[in-house]
């Protein structure tokens, strides 16, 4: 009886550290009931910062930040969201968030500028396959914020661009380009076999 006790025990610590957290296998664009219930305890047990700022949705370049947004990390943020109010995100309000981030791959875009409208015209395409994938929608702000770096004042803008989920293989590799109006361009690398 202990020996079975202590498999349990040990089972309970690993999956509590997320040692035996299954691999995607390809990007969970349409969620399962399974990976509905994952997602929602992923979210409500992880940090804001875990959730946004580290983990396989986020990219670096040159400074700038990317976050792909996918049914998975909505739902997760919208569970944590629920938690912090003291409750649990009803089947409805999981029904409606998944309706509309279905069919979609949306990338929360942090770039940073040196004039508040400096973001007011960036892009943003995906390559993948030997395609190129215009957005459905972008939204740029026309004024970014300002910040304080050392004794200079830099600004950052908050940019999101949507793209059609169809036209990308949940299995493959793509690259998320940024592209200012200058010319220069950040490129976010993602291999969707590892994103929930």
């Not at 664009?29 to 983990?55: C, I, M, N, P, Y």
């Not at 770039?111 to 215009?134: L, M, N, W």
């Not at 050392?150 to 940024?178: K, R, W």
């Amino acid at each position: 009886m202990k020996v079975r006790a202590s498999i349990f025990a040990l089972a309970f610590v690993l999956a509590f550290l997320g040692i035996n957290r299954p691999e995607a296998g390809a990007v969970w664009l349409h969620l399962t009931d399974e990976q509905r219930q994952e997602a929602v305890r992923f979210g409500e047990r992880s940090s804001w910062k875990q959730l946004l700022l580290q983990g396989e949705w986020v990219r670096e370049s040159g400074g700038n930040k990317a976050v792909m947004q996918t049914p998975f990390l909505i739902l997760a943020a919208m569970a944590k969201r629920a938690s912090q109010q003291y409750r649990k995100l009803s089947e409805e309000e999981i029904d409606a968030l998944l309706k509309e981030a279905e069919g979609k791959i949306t990338f929360f875009i942090t770039v940073t500028g040196y004039s508040p409208d400096f973001a007011k015209d960036y892009h943003a395409v995906i390559k993948a396959d030997g395609k190129t994938i215009q957005p459905i929608l972008k939204k740029n702000p026309y004024l970014a914020s300002p910040k304080m770096g050392g004794s200079s004042v830099y600004y950052e803008a908050n940019c999101i661009y949507i793209f059609p989920a169809d036209e990308i293989d949940p299995n493959g590799q793509l690259t998320l380009i940024v592209i200012s109006p200058l010319g220069r361009e950040w490129k976010f690398h993602y291999d969707l076999s590892k994103i929930k």
